[in-house]
């Protein structure tokens, strides 16, 4: 059984529309939720770090956690073509191994 | 800003050969890590490290592997014998007190 379940896509959105990211997890344990961005060939580039339910916003970008259903999301508003890339939930418990989603590819077209 | 900074970029082996895949952690940070992407797959956690000892390893992290921060700012992981297999990128990662992980560019890992 899969500890964290992202849909790899790939997702397709025309500019300026509102983009929205899905992972569900199986570990009631995990406490701390994060989204990282990664583009081609590059490292990870954390976006949002949240540890409780409910939503957490910076800019354009809203993180929202509900804890009881085991469901985390990414909204994106006014997409830019240079938020074409992979986006990852990973999460972990207390303790200090991450668990990392498959990652969904996104493509913002002009 | 601070950044993790990983060494070389690239790296070409035999299998059957050893590497060591080098990174500087964020200075002030006390927790460090090694995962490993293949292509196309999911980012896998390898090993964590803090206080100078494996705080947590994955299965993945098997006999082959070893960890070391030989001094005050290096942080490295040697495969013994290379195998076809650990062909992937490995992304080394540090930590701060906020919990927030930061992530190198990676060393792309090429085993003929």
């Known amino acids: 059984q899969k500890e964290v379940e992202q849909d790899p896509g790939p997702l397709s959105v025309p500019e300026g529309a509102i983009v929205s990211l899905n992972c569900t997890y199986s570990?009631?344990?995990?406490?701390?939720f994060m989204w990282y961005r990664q583009y081609s060939r590059k490292g990870p580039e954390l976006l949002m770090y949240?540890?409780?339910?409910g939503n957490k916003e910076d800019g354009r970008f809203t993180a929202q956690v509900d804890k009881s259903s085991k469901y985390i999301s990414l909204f994106i508003r006014d997409s830019q073509p240079s938020d074409s890339a992979t986006y990852l939930c990973?999460?972990?418990?207390?303790?200090?191994?991450?668990?990392f989603g498959t990652g969904t590819s996104l493509t913002v077209i002009p | 800003e601070p950044e993790v900074t990983q060494t070389p970029s690239h790296q070409v082996t035999q299998m059957g050969q050893e590497v060591i895949l080098r990174c500087v952690p964020i200075?002030?940070?006390?927790?460090f890590y090694w995962y490993r992407q293949i292509l196309g797959q999911k980012v896998e956690f390898l090993v964590s490290?803090?206080?100078?000892?494996?705080?947590?390893k994955s299965e993945i992290f098997d006999d082959q592997f070893s960890v070391e921060r030989p001094d005050g700012s290096n942080f490295t992981l040697k495969i013994r014998s290379t195998k076809l297999e650990d062909s992937a990128m490995y992304f080394c990662?540090?930590?701060?007190?906020?919990?927030?992980?930061?992530f190198g560019a990676g060393t792309r890992l090429s085993v003929l």
């Open positions: 990973a999460m972990r418990d207390t303790g200090n191994q991450f668990y």
């Open positions: 570990n009631s344990a995990f406490q701390y």
């Open positions: 949240t540890y409780s339910s």
């Open positions: 200075s002030n940070h006390l927790y």
């Open positions: 490290f803090y206080n100078n000892e494996i705080s947590e």
């Open positions: 990662a540090s930590q701060g007190a906020l919990n927030i992980q930061y």
